[in-house]
């Protein structure tokens, strides 16, 4: 017997291309920038927000078990109520409306939100409970977050993988809790955790300039702010880099060395460069554009990372697949698949995926457009390996499956590599709901490299390089390891992820282990207080974690 969750995607995938190209401008908004947090229908009750069908006219905060932060619920215990006026003022700018939402970003175009409500007001359905956080069971599963602590290896092998729909997919959102009286995190024995900066908003990505300065990309607030440290030790200097941007997060300086000339961006669907010298505090001027589009697609992932190859002569950026594993997109590429590799590469996805869940290269100037690599779901954290040139990528993968289905990853990134999204994962496993579309691609699938529990999303990452001279450098045993921040779930019934890991390596080479580094954010199976977004390594050696939940980068260095 089908599962509800089966038979709507049975559904889904019954849809003609010619129904969803007939799609009303509110469905196709909500598709593109809603879908991935997002859910319309009832049979799949929440994802990382809260289910919207319903909504009009409902109280705010009031879909039952979802973890709504504090505001919110405030808010609707004093009586908001999603009247289509209320929606409206809300989507216009969020943050505004209830100060301390999880709600990121807002909808600026009233022509959008516009056509957004209407189609919301169409989606009704009768609400199931969603399979919730189990603390009863938290204490059996390996993975849970009550097992974490800093010195915990990990190995998960592709032999070992549990079957697909072996549970059910779970709804099963944090809820962003203030970090308690004296709550540090928790680090291996002969580190220190201290608050490098905080009160920060929402920040994302971080990068080291030549002189130490760390910029941060902003995405809620469409800016860069950089952050200067005298000692070392806390960041005294504060200031707007850039603003006015669209949702940046890559960033990337160019040339390599000393004296880089600019500082790249990458925003939601396109890629900028400011004029930099190593010192500036603000931005010298408009930004150039050198790539005015990304993809036809903007919504989904909306991740961008930006990398530059060792030699400095290619500029590597990694876009985000648009949906959870392609459902609409039919069976039938557009142009004969000969054709249509030869041009996007192989096992590159169509329609509304068209140059999503990929790697694209670029020459330095934005020129040169070329595809490099394809089938990764969502490559958030993205660095080229100083010592070896190699291209990596830190991948979330698709939803859905079950509770430990599919394993994020780590892996390097081969030119021309496929990894098998959205027909197959972890090699040549298929996924059941896209069962024989390409059976050619099979054997075309490169096995990742290090699995990460499944749901943990990985972001940010960084290769452990202590800088000449630094002061608080680490231990020579993680010279060349990985860090790699771990977001955390909310599509498992037990909470796992929201730590940073230390992912091993050999002569430059994943190893398939990791350990954990830092834990200790997860109050209980419904609230945490941080969210690791990213890792960077300071001009003394210490470790500086980006925490977007808690709005803080904290600093880890040696005890002495």
């Known amino acids: 017997m089908k599962t509800a969750i089966q038979t709507a995607i049975a559904a889904c995938l019954a849809l003609s291309a010619t129904a969803i190209a007939a799609a009303p401008a509110g469905q196709t908004y909500f598709d593109q920038n809603c879908a991935s947090c997002h859910t319309v229908d009832p049979a799949l009750t929440s994802r990382a927000g809260p289910g919207l069908f319903n909504v009009i006219n409902r109280k705010a905060a009031g879909v039952p078990h979802f973890n709504y932060t504090d505001a919110l619920a405030k808010a609707g215990a004093a009586g908001k109520t999603w009247t289509r006026e209320e929606l409206d003022v809300f989507l216009r700018d969020p943050n505004k409306d209830v100060p301390g939402t999880a709600m990121p970003i807002g909808v600026a175009d009233a022509k959008a939100r516009t056509a957004l409500i209407d189609y919301l007001a169409t989606q009704t359905g009768k609400t199931t409970a969603p399979a919730a956080g189990n603390a009863a069971k938290a204490g059996a599963d390996a993975a849970a977050w009550t097992m974490d602590k800093p010195g915990d290896l990990h190995h998960i092998k592709a032999a070992d993988l549990a079957a697909p729909f072996a549970s059910e997919s779970a709804g099963n959102g944090p809820k962003l809790a ?13 580190f220190k955790v201290g608050i490098y900066a905080d009160n920060l ?26 952050l200067r440290s005298s000692g070392g030790d806390k960041a005294d200097t504060n200031s707007v880099f850039a603003t006015g941007l669209s949702r940046p997060y890559g960033m990337a300086l160019w040339p390599a060395g000393a004296k880089p000339q600019y500082l790249y961006v990458a925003n939601v669907n396109s890629i900028v460069r400011f004029p930099y010298s190593v010192g500036d505090l603000k931005a010298k001027g408009e930004p150039e554009v050198i790539v005015d589009k990304i993809s036809d697609t903007s919504g989904g992932h909306v991740t961008r990372t930006l990398a530059f190859s060792k030699d400095g002569k290619t500029l590597f950026l990694s876009v985000g697949s648009a949906t959870n594993f392609a459902a609409k997109i039919g069976a039938t590429a557009p142009q004969p698949l000969a054709q249509w590799e030869a041009k996007y590469g192989v096992g590159a996805a169509w329609g509304e995926e068209t140059e999503r869940a990929a790697v694209l290269a670029f020459d330095v100037d934005g020129r040169n457009r070329r595809p490099y690599a394809n089938g990764l779901r969502n490559c958030v954290g993205m660095l080229v390996h100083p010592a070896t040139g190699d291209l990596f990528c830190s991948v979330n993968e698709r939803d859905e499956l079950g509770d430990n289905l599919v394993p994020d990853y780590l892996t390097r990134v081969k030119k021309d590599g496929f990894y098998g999204w959205p027909w197959y994962y972890i090699g040549a496993n298929e996924d059941p709901r896209l069962k024989g579309i390409r059976p050619d691609l099979k054997n075309k699938v490169t096995v990742p490299d290090t699995l990460i529990q499944s749901h943990s999303a990985p972001l940010g990452m960084v290769v452990y390089q202590a800088p000449k001279g630094a002061k608080n450098a680490f231990p020579k045993e993680y010279e060349g390891d990985v860090f790699l921040a771990l977001h955390g779930s909310w599509n498992r019934a037990t909470r796992t992820g929201y730590k940073v890991v230390r992912v091993m390596m050999k002569g430059g080479v994943p190893t398939g282990q990791y350990q954990d580094f830092m834990t200790g954010m997860v109050l209980s199976d419904r609230d945490v207080w941080g969210r690791p977004a990213a890792v960077e390594v300071a001009a003394d050696g210490a470790l500086l974690v980006v925490d977007d939940g808690g709005g803080v980068v904290w600093r880890i260095a040696p005890q002495k």
């Open 178 to 190: 203030a970090r308690p009286d004296n709550a540090m995190p928790a680090v291996p024995k002969g």
């Open 201 to 226: 908003g929402k920040p994302r990505l971080p990068l080291r300039a030549p002189n130490g300065d760390i910029f941060l990309s902003d995405a809620a607030r469409g800016q860069i702010t950089l």
